[in-house]
């Protein structure tokens, strides 16, 4: 796997019990798979030769995230790397111009935008629809609010192009609720859709995820798995696949979806799945890419809270895990190793049971106190 | 975690959600835990400055295996190092003699037993109650029906002696079946009793079992817990403990349990609790060993069966493993990464439901179909 985040640190603790043998290239000794991982390459995944040399001996290698150039890809592959998923599957996580123009030819639901050139291009495009705000965002290297901007005039649209990447357009969705559909899909084209769920941010940031998305009409869950499970297939992506949606108010008045983002790995929308399913997004990330068969997706309790620890004021959250774990020996919890700094995502913890509420409230207070938000 | 085999390797597992650094000493860089674990030194156990120079920066040690002499585990607490369980517990685990003669003292039922001088004296001790057949073991050293001998006559006898260890002869209970009451207890007292299980031996080793175990009456179930639950505590025990017990008939005709064997670390009659409790018998010994907080014990489907995969005639399980994965999405597969020989332990299965016999047909067919010795 290549990239030392949490998520690399997941997919190795869900690869054991399936005897894989794991080795990951990861930036620095400190990330924070790099920490639990058997067998660590520290190198940079931006380097032709590092990631050749690191793909010797693999009999796939995946990713953490979107950031390995899609020309080394295409470049391993044609020295007969397995790569997975594949460079032109990647070209639509790596691109939003490219995500959204093909989205768009499959007839896929999503909000209106195009790319733009400069200032007064976004007025214009902003003219086409109600106006401003628009969201601009760079086509690449954005994520967790990074890359994207709320742009409420033409003076405030100067920033994006600074950093020389193409700038896409879109309308700003008046959503309800942004949900996630997650599939997973193999070489040989096997596939399984965990049930849709809700997911909740807060300044940009996934702050709860609640699986089952609440009150969601049942053909709309359909409509959305659907949709993923096409998406997986049309663009050719092995392993884990998160749809981000809005739900929305569509043209008839009844509940709609559009796409909002693409992610080809496992996903924070889906870290409620190592205690709330059957099978992990994890294991099932590992099984699609080995072209192992996919395991079950079906949850494994009525309700399924995920909250993200995100770090807070005070370096040392040690006090703060011994009381969480000692006021719900039902929390599950999943730090990363990760040094706290504020803002950033350290862990998060599950939560399952009978009642939403009270599925909801062990999460978001334990999350709370270990950031520090809660005290009590 | 000193020792590299399968229970190092899942305490590993199950100390990475808890942001545990986990350091390993194994025997060989191939043992099952060597090949996961993200810190290893390789060296030898029954050495102290091996085992001097691992327990640097270490916050804690414990153990995958009971083969650690005591007198080196004496010298490093003397030394300042934490070590859980301590060697007091540990000598129970280590010693059968030392183990009958303290659970006797406690008034702990244990099958009639004593040490025995020569194979004139098993006769003697045979005499002393239902005559042959009498069962031989020697104190130290055994496991999975190694150094256990089931002997019919004096002349049988002889064997165990030569090894030049003490040898206990215990009578040959004529139980009904066998059941495991595992308990997890921190340094601070805090202990949880996960639900009382039979295990169904084939052989000398462990093959199936079966949580919680079936018609097992409610108050023998609950006598069995708090009679782990009291030796842990009578015994100082830090981290899981596992009671091995058989289930007779008692003296009045009603079911009654005796204590066959203690073990000290993980077990493989918790391993059900990976997929089948809120908290996994590893989790909880980390918890524990660390002193942080013990989770919930409590089963999360009304049945979970784990069956062993033992090693068969073929040493490349693959299209096994594809077969069994493809036939049961819901099968819970772990294995340890060790190379396949006949009879060896190489992984387990579980599987969780409602309908037991479903349940135990599912992970029966797994673990034979992995084995060879189902091949449909």
């Not at 929308?269 to 099978?279: L, P, R």
């Amino acid at each position: 796997m290549v990239g030392g985040g949490q998520l690399a640190r997941m997919t190795h603790e869900a690869g054991i019990p399936l005897g894989v043998r794991f080795k990951l290239l990861s930036d620095t000794p400190r990330d924070s798979a790099a920490l639990v991982a058997g067998e660590v390459v520290v190198g940079d995944h931006r380097d032709l030769d590092t990631l050749r040399e690191f793909a010797r001996g693999c009999d796939v290698i995946t990713f953490d995230h979107e950031h390995v150039p899609l020309e080394h890809l295409r470049a391993l592959r044609a020295e007969g790397v397995a790569v997975r998923p594949g460079p032109e599957a990647l070209a639509h996580a790596q691109d939003k111009g490219v995500m959204r123009a093909r989205l768009t030819e499959l007839g896929v639901p999503c909000p209106r935008h195009r790319l733009v050139a400069d200032p007064a291009d976004v007025t214009r495009f902003a003219q086409e629809g109600d106006g401003y705000p628009v969201i601009l965002k760079t086509v690449r290297g954005g994520y967790d609010g990074k890359g994207v901007w709320f742009v409420r005039s033409e003076a405030d649209a100067a920033e994006p192009f600074r950093a020389g990447v193409p700038v896409l357009a879109e309308e700003k969705v008046d959503f309800r609720r942004e949900l996630a559909a997650n599939v997973v899909r193999s070489p040989s084209g096997q596939a399984v859709a965990y049930p849709v769920v809700e997911s909740v941010q807060v300044a940009g940031v996934c702050d709860t995820v609640i699986a089952p998305a609440p009150d969601l009409a049942p053909e709309l869950a359909l409509r959305a798995q659907e949709l993923a499970l096409r998406v997986a297939r049309e663009l050719d992506v092995v392993g884990h696949l998160a749809v981000e949606l809005f739900e929305v108010a569509g043209a008839d008045g009844e509940p709609a979806i559009l796409v909002n983002e693409l992610a080809m790995r496992p996903h924070n929308s889906g870290h409620w799945t190592q205690d709330g399913a059957v099978t992990s997004q994890f294991a099932n990330h590992v099984r699609a890419v080995l072209d192992l068969p996919l395991g079950d997706p079906r949850p494994r309790a009525r309700w399924t809270v995920m909250a993200n620890v995100l770090g807070g004021d005070y370096p040392d959250m040690y006090q703060a895990y011994l009381h969480c774990m000692a006021r719900d020996p039902g929390l599950k919890i999943h730090m990363y190793g990760k040094d706290v700094k504020p803002g950033r995502k350290v862990g998060h913890v599950n939560t399952y049971g009978d009642e939403l509420a009270d599925v909801r409230d062990r999460a978001r207070h334990a999350a709370g106190y270990l950031r520090g938000t809660i005290t009590e």
